[in-house]
């Protein structure tokens, strides 16, 4: 049992240690969707990216070396991954909302959100399976997000717009535009400048 969780940790370790190391962003891609496997068992991953547009698009799968943009399964992905707010922790849709990909997953399918300290939403971490997802693969996940947040935030050039609306979200997005509200009615007292007293 104590070799077990030995041999566990230095998977988790040798992982974290290559993820950081990574000299791309596809090579990232193809380590965070085929390696975290050692981690945390799963029938398919796939790793979604937050572009310049601001929009998070799939950017990979394990076991696929091209994807296919206009296949069902990416397009179904990016709709649920608008669902995606600085509150969610994991995304687990529905069975109803799976029916329309059924023949294409799993019956279990986990979405983690993908952050980092410095600038906000990065991704998201796709993984699915046929035996639900325990209160322990979802620890180990959250784990490997943090890395997998911090990773993606040194390949990430997100212009700083796009970085802002990602935090805008929810509450904080309103109670911004609340206090622009109150700003803007505060009076401004306007005065005149005489120019030619100042020439």
């Excluded at 069902?72 to 608008?82: D, G, H, N, R």
């Excluded at 294409?104 to 993908?114: K, R, S, T, V, Y």
Aim: hydrophobic letters at 45%.
């Amino acid at each position: 049992m104590i070799d077990d969780k030995a041999a566990d940790l230095g998977k988790l370790l040798t992982l974290e240690q290559e993820v950081r190391q990574a000299e791309s962003l596809t090579v990232l891609t193809t380590l965070i969707c085929n390696r975290s496997r050692d981690i945390v068992d799963y029938t398919q991953a796939a790793l979604a990216i937050r572009g310049a547009s601001g929009q998070i698009r799939v950017a990979g799968f394990s076991d696929i070396a091209v994807l296919d943009r206009t296949a069902p399964l990416v397009t179904w992905l990016e709709t649920q991954l608008k669902k995606i707010d600085n509150e969610t922790v994991f995304l687990q849709p529905t069975q109803e909302e799976c029916e329309a990909v059924a023949d294409l997953i799993p019956d279990h399918i986990l979405i983690m959100p993908l952050r980092s300290a410095s600038k906000g939403l990065l991704g998201a971490f796709i993984v699915t399976r046929t035996l639900a997802f325990s209160d322990g693969d979802k620890s180990v996940l959250a784990h490997l997000g943090s890395v997998y947040g911090h990773a993606l935030a040194t390949h990430s050039n997100t212009p700083i717009l796009v970085r802002i609306r990602a935090r805008l979200t929810g509450r904080r997005k309103w109670a911004i535009a609340a206090g622009l509200l109150l700003v803007s009615l505060i009076p401004v007292r306007l005065t005149a400048v005489d120019w030619s007293t100042l020439s």
